[in-house]
C-alpha cells in the first residue's frame, strides 16, 4: 500500500469530462500491473467488487481506463495491434467480455501492455452477458494504442448496479 499515490490523465481527464458535479464521491481503484499481471484475477477482483456494490445498496457508476493494444516499452511503442483490439471490441458488443479473462497473461501481453487489466477488472464488476456499445475507436500509432469508448448498460441485462458502466481505451 502507498502512502500517497498521485492520479493521472487516464482518471482526471475522464472524470473531468464525466462527472455531472465535481462534489460526487469518487474512489479510485489503482492497479499496479508492472508488479504481476494475471488476467482471471483482474476479473475475480471485479467480481468481488460487484458483490460489494450489490450488498451496499448504492447507486455506483463505474469506469475503467487503459489502453487496449497500449504499448508504452521501446520496442514496441507506437504499434497499434487493430486486429486484437477489433477481437476484444467484438467479445464486448457480444456480452462475452468477461471470457477475456480467461486469455493467458503471456500472450496477452504480446497484444498491448498492462493497461487492460482496468477492463479486466470492469468486465468482472459487469457480469457476463452484459453487451458494449462500441461508440468509438481509433488506432493512433502516435500515442502508441488503439482508443476506444465503449458503454455496458447493465440496467438492460437485468442487473441491479445502478449505473451505466463504461469503459475508455487511453
Partial sequence: MAPRVDLDHGLIVPLRLMLPRPDLPV??????????????????????????????????????TGGLSHFLDPGKFGQVDEEFDTYVLDMLKAGRGPDLGSLEPYPLLDHGQYEFMNWLIMLGIVGPGVKGTVYSYEPMEASGGGWAVVGMDTAAAGLDLGERAAATAG
Fill in 27 to 64: 474512489i479510485p481503484i489503482i492497479t499496479q500491473p508492472a508488479r504481476s499481471f494475471s488476467p482471471y484475477n483482474a476479473r475475480a477482483t471485479g467480481a468481488a467488487l460487484r458483490a460489494a456494490i450489490e450488498e451496499s445498496g448504492l447507486r455506483v457508476a463505474m469506469l475503467a
